[in-house]
């Protein structure tokens, strides 16, 4: 099913945040122009989160928000895709004290990455199907 026009600001967030994700892994290869070094790699993602991340979840709360009370599946995963934000922010709120700071920022990619496919693959999915009319009168800042 393609994206809803107004949720396709959200997917590009979204692909900005997977390269990030790809980016940290333990396995990663080399991305030309961007550092190698973990306190450089740290610096680098302090900075996309600021940008891109907490807007990001901003509007994904309101979408949310705009969501629950009216499908009980939808309502379901809203609620487990929440807890992955507040599980996601407290790793990524531990990483400038981590004394294991490239398993935290491996562990962070893949847990961000799991958590996007799943709102891409799943409740983005269900919303359109299932919501259409609260999809149109989504007004993002």
Known sequence: MHRHPKLVPLSHEHQKLLFVCRYLKNDAAPY????????????????????????????????????LGKDAEIDQAIRELQEDHRQISVIYGGLLESADLEGDMDTIARRLEEHIRREERELYELIQQRLPDVIESLTFN
């Open 32 to 67: 030309e122009g961007f550092p190698l070094e973990s306190r450089a790699k740290l610096d680098y993602v302090v900075k996309v989160f600021q940008e891109v991340m907490v807007p990001h979840m901003q509007k994904e709360d309101y979408l949310f928000e705009m969501c």
